[in-house]
């Protein structure tokens, strides 16, 4: 069973949540598709460092607390910094001797029956127009070594209230937020086996490509057909 918020926990979100109804018009679907008997993982794609607060927002509305593993230097960045500090997040060390205390904080909040949220590409989208990129494996090992879903959610606007690397929100007029969760990403072919590289790419690309094709029809547009690729591009900070 999931455990409660606690009290700091639920008083800090309470001027959050209006601060966003103030500045955000909610177009969410999908919360069937949020479990709520086991822990799970929400994926997301990433556009913007205002995407956790986006995401967190729809989450917790539907009776979700959220825990976010994501990179270390989010964590000190404009707007977001102080907020998933003050919320208790996990920070990931990537590259560093600390990286594997994330997943394994992150396998400790699963197997208690809470969710983890995640952006599985691991910084914002280099893509030109925004779409996702080749994620990290990250999500696909601590999925497959606990079992517990991957719900895909898509977002889409939140890049319009604080821009790409953008330092300034932009909250007038209120931005519409497009959320849409899915139903859990089938890695069943990849249960129960070696968790090699071979098998973590396969599972991450196809959660991937789940969240691509959200997104494409969020926007009614088609995506690129390779998705862009930061080692191939040399771009990997």
């Not at 197997?111 to 914002?124: Q, S, V, W, Y």
């Not at 931005?175 to 990849?190: S, W």
Request: overall charge positive.
């Amino acid at each position: 069973m999931a455990t409660q918020p606690s009290r700091w926990y639920r008083n800090a979100a309470k001027p959050l949540r209006v601060i966003m109804q103030s500045v955000t018009r909610k177009d969410w679907h999908g919360a069937e598709h949020l479990p709520t008997d086991t822990g799970f993982i929400a994926v997301s794609n990433h556009m913007s460092y205002a995407d956790p607060i986006t995401l967190a927002h729809f989450l917790w509305d539907n009776g979700h607390t959220v825990r976010f593993l994501a990179k270390a230097s989010l964590f000190t960045a404009p707007v977001i910094g102080p907020i998933v500090r003050g919320f208790d997040q996990i920070p990931v060390h990537r590259g560093t001797s600390r990286a594997i205390e994330a997943l394994e904080e992150g396998v400790k909040v699963l197997k208690r029956g809470d969710m983890i949220a995640m952006f599985p590409e691991g910084t914002l989208t280099r893509d030109p127009d925004f779409w996702p990129m080749v994620g990290r494996t990250g999500v696909a090992r601590m999925a497959l070594s606990t079992g517990v879903p991957v719900i895909p959610v898509a977002q889409w606007g939140a890049q319009r209230l604080l821009p790409r690397y953008g330092k300034m929100v932009h909250p007038i007029p209120p931005k519409r937020i497009t959320v849409v969760a899915g139903p859990p990403v089938d890695l069943d072919e990849f249960r129960g086996g070696e968790l090699d590289a071979a098998t973590l790419r396969a599972a991450t690309d196809r959660i991937m490509a789940t969240l691509t094709d959200m997104v494409a029809e969020i926007r009614g547009e088609t995506p690129p057909e390779t998705p862009y690729d930061m080692r191939k591009q040399g771009d990997a900070k």
